[in-house]
């Protein structure tokens, strides 16, 4: 598989819902595609990250109204352990079609609950849609406070938006200011988890989206599975989204490419010198655990 | 349609939910029994007195060595399966049995229970507490493949099969405390979740995007650990996610 995953197609896109476009990160298409498959009975309930006891801090939600799922709308640079619902989304609440968005990496984990089911009764059937946004890397909170306060000097309490693109880290204040910090600095807050992750576009959604290789405001989309390419049609043929095609907008899918290739290539590399980390008593090296080998 | 292949359950120390949890495939155990497997030995389900030969032997329950008849079960189902599954948390890692200290009622002098690894080889672990029923069914289906599908197939089950099997190589412990062990210190939690929603007894919760474990509830069942997608996560078989899932929904029509 390319690092682009598989894919039935891809386009850049943008909700024609202002009210989400107004709370949404890039083209609002992961809170549009949740509406749309509520109202459609697709899916009965949605797991995001809604809002947390502490500013900018996401707290895994299963939400079933329109409303609720604006409150839930942009994004949060720290971790929102979204998976850690899929059981009970199908149980206390009593869904019985299940959306979640999550990162490439939650979607791996909803695939595997669904493949390996564990400890996930009656999961796997319930996952009516899985949406992936696009991520490069994740933070702990106190890693996020510490570049928004330390670097970038703003209260979190006073920030209303959060952006990662172009290089730089973005927070734009209640009160007007901008401040940023490169994303070079960033590397050291990091969670380390991240830095073995071999997934930048979400391969294993059912549909995947993010901002880069689309204008700003405008959202990359990726429709990969069968099901995700059947939901995709019926939401644009709803009027849910304006399109433009992916090879007409500017940078275009080199860009995702580019950057997809970057992130699985460096994390390849920390995955392989993981194996040769330690050295034992004969000289040779020590390995650490390898996730993509043996558990 | 090849001949089917023959499952039994032996019945040690647990409290029967693994078994239940046979059942629990609802519809989908007559399906198994009519196409795939015959049921060959059970508790209850099957009117045969004497450990039978067959292809796979699911095993519920620790063993208490202070009951030779189990020893002996134990072995003999070794020595008549192809393949032996821990099946479930106290088979596989002792689970609650793990905290048995001897004089509970009926049987006080029954004090020492172990998993089925430390008296016999195991081929492969179905962990928690109870098992769920979708993971014994894939089981049961990739078993079949394996044993009696095409070049295929066969290379499918044991891709599939094969961290089940490595799992059963990896040890007899299990505990909440593997998070941090083997996933935690090891650089590898990316805080998803999974493990929060897998356990059974609720002892994981997320604090700050990483697991918290309540070791005092946490029953020793490790079902966190093997469903924690950095316990491992083999692309061949997730990068096939759509065609395995459909695939299984076929056979299961
Ligand atoms: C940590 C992180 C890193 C990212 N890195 C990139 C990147 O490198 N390139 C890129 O193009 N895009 C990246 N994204 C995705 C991007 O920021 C947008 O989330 C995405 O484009 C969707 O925007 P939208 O307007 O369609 O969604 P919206 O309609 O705004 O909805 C976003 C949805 O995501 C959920 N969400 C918010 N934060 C999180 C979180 N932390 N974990 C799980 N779910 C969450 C919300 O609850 C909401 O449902 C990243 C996102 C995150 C969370
Ligand atoms: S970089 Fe990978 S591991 Fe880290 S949060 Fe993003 S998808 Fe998950
Ligand atoms: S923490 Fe929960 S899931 Fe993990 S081993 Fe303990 S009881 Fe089982
Ligand atoms: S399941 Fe997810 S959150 Fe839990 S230990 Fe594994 S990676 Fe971390």
Known sequence: MDVLGNYKSAISARSTDKDILKKAQDGGIITTLFAYALEEGIIDGAIVAGPGNEPWKPEPMVVTTKAELLAAAGTRYTISPNVSLIKEATRSYGLDRVGIVGTPCQIQAIRKAQLYPIGMRDVDDKIALALGIFCMENLSYQALEAMVEDHCNQKMESVVKMDIGKGKFTVYTERGAVSQMPLKLIHKYVQPGCNVCLDYVANLADISSGSVGSPDGWSTVFARSTKGNAVWDGAIAAGCFETKPIDQVKPGLDLVTKLATEKITKNQKNVDARKTIGLKADGTPKGLRNPYESP | ?253
């Not at chain 2, 359950?9 to 029967?16: K, R």
């Not at chain 2, 099946?87 to 002792?94: E, T």
């Not at chain 2, 650990?225 to 083999?234: D, E, K, L, M, T």
Request: aromatic share 8%; with cysteine.
């Open chain 2, 1 to 253: 349609m090849a001949e089917k292949i023959t499952i039994g359950e032996l019945h040690l120390s647990g409290c029967t939910g693994c078994l239940v949890t046979l059942a629990d495939t609802y519809e989908g155990l007559f399906k198994l029994l009519d196409d795939y497997a015959d049921l060959v030995y059970a508790l209850t389900l099957v009117d045969v007195r004497h450990v039978p030969e067959m292809d796979v032997c699911l095993v519920e329950g620790s063993c208490c060595l202070d009951d030779k008849i189990s020893v002996e079960e134990l072995k003999e189902a070794r020595a008549k399966s192809k393949v032996l599954v821990a099946y479930g948390g106290c088979a596989a890692y002792g689970n609650i049995t793990r905290f048995c200290r001897g004089g509970q009622w009926n049987q006080p002098g029954q004090e020492a229970f172990v998993p089925i690894s430390e008296v016999v080889d195991v081929d492969l672990y179905i962990p928690s507490c109870p098992p769920c029923p979708q993971e014994v069914r894939n089981v049961a289906v990739m078993a079949y493949l394996l044993l009696r599908g095409n070049d295929e197939q066969k290379k499918l089950a044991t891709a599939y099969l094969t961290p089940l099997m490595q799992l059963a190589q990896r040890g007899n412990e299990a505990c909440g405390c593997d998070l941090m062990y083997d996933v935690i210190n090891q650089g590898l939690c990316m805080g998803c979740g999974t493990c929060a929603g897998t356990c059974p007894v609720r002892a994981v919760t997320m604090e700050y995007g990483k697991p918290n474990v309540n070791r005092d509830l946490c029953i020793k069942c490790g079902a966190c650990y093997a469903q924690c997608p950095r316990s491992w996560f083999n692309f061949d078989v997730m990068n096939n996610y759509e065609g395995i899932m459909d695939a299984i929904k076929g056979a299961m029509q």
